[in-house]
């Protein structure tokens, strides 16, 4: 539990900060984050993609490759960091060797498909507790949402089809399964369930104007 929250703290340090910038995408974060919690000189090890042949892990559905975004590691402990970064559009000034680029750039992009968004940030918790069942290491786990679109964090319709899957603050119960199983949605993402209940609980911060919001999950 040590483990687990040290790397909560120094995430929630970096997401709180004042100075933070708008990142492009989920890789962009993953990179400054990662360097983010070296420089803390908390762990022993900083790993990102963290390769785990899925066919180790029991009752995983999804067939793919299981890449773990960050593992930070200190000790004889492990724990594995999994990041969703979503965004809708903006465009803002930007320079490149030091010059002003015209018109402005695309910085964030409308990404869209909240339904599915919200699918993989369960599917990322359901992917960590599979390890932490695995391997003796593996005591504990986070999932790290990010995004600009507040969208995210409404309360689903019940009649909505990705109704279970909903992302608004407060406990949420393991059935993650779609309303309509003959959808697009359930054909190409199967449903699942997880080990036990879990707490989402946002928290906002501005980065260069913009307003995020973000949830740490613990697993």
């Not at 793919?64 to 492990?78: S, T």
């Not at 599979?130 to 949402?145: D, Y």
């Not at 969208?151 to 603050?169: A, V």
Request: a negative charge.
């Amino acid at each position: 539990m040590e483990l687990l929250k040290q790397a909560k703290e120094d995430i929630q340090q970096y997401l709180e900060s004042k100075d933070g910038e708008l990142l492009f995408n989920e890789r962009d974060l993953q990179m400054h984050l990662a360097i983010h919690l070296i420089g803390t000189g908390h762990y022993d090890d900083v790993d990102v993609e963290y390769y785990v042949p899925y066919e180790q892990l029991d009752n995983y559905i999804w067939k793919n490759e299981l890449k773990l975004d960050i593992l930070v590691h200190k000790g004889n402990e492990f724990l594995p960091i999994e990041l969703k970064y979503k965004t809708k559009r903006h465009c803002k000034k930007i320079y490149r060797f030091n010059e002003e680029m015209p018109n402005g750039v695309e910085v964030l992009k409308n990404q869209g498909a909240q339904d599915l968004g919200m699918y993989d940030f369960w599917k990322d918790v359901r992917r960590v507790e599979l390890v932490c069942r695995r391997f003796a290491a593996v005591k504990n786990g986070l999932a790290v949402f990010v995004t600009n679109d507040k969208q995210y964090l409404n309360h689903c319709r019940e009649t909505s089809n990705n109704y279970h899957f909903c992302m608004s603050e407060g406990i949420h119960d393991t059935y993650r399964h779609w309303k309509n199983s003959d959808s697009s949605c359930a054909g190409s993402h199967p449903d699942f369930e997880l080990e036990r209940n879990y707490l989402v609980h946002w928290e906002d911060n501005v980065y260069e104007g913009v307003e995020f919001y973000y949830c740490i999950v613990e697993i």
